[in-house]
C-alpha cells in the first residue's frame, strides 16, 4: 500500500502537477494507511497481540476495500 501511495503521488505530480489533489480517494487511502500504521506501531512498542491485533487488521482491510469500492463507483478505478 505504502508503494502504492507514492508511485500515485508521483505520477499525479506528472500529470497533474501536485503530489496531491486530497480528493476522497487520496485522502482515505492515506487514512488507511495511518491506520494501519498505528496498528504496525501498536504491535511493536506497546504489544497487541491476538485479538485486538486481528480486529484492527480486519477494521483497516475494510478501509482498503470501502477505498476501493469508491474509486470505482467514481469511475476511476481500472477499465475507466
Request: proline letters at 4%; hydrophobic letters at 45%; charged letters at 10%.
Given at each position: 500500500m505504502t508503494l502504492g501511495i507514492?508511485?500515485?503521488a508521483v505520477s499525479a505530480e506528472f500529470a497533474?502537477?501536485?503530489?496531491?489533489s486530497?480528493?476522497?480517494?487520496?485522502t482515505w487511502a492515506l487514512v488507511t494507511w495511518v491506520f494501519?500504521?498505528?496498528?504496525l506501531l501498536g504491535r511493536?512498542?506497546?504489544?497487541w497481540r491476538a485479538k485486538?491485533?486481528?480486529y484492527l487488521t480486519i477494521i483497516g482491510f475494510a478501509g482498503v476495500i470501502l477505498t476501493f469500492i469508491g474509486v470505482i463507483v467514481k469511475?476511476?478505478?481500472p477499465g475507466a
Open positions: 507514492i508511485v500515485g497533474k502537477g501536485s503530489f496531491v486530497w480528493n476522497p480517494e487520496q494501519y500504521f498505528a496498528v511493536l512498542t506497546i504489544g485486538r491485533a486481528a469511475g476511476h478505478g
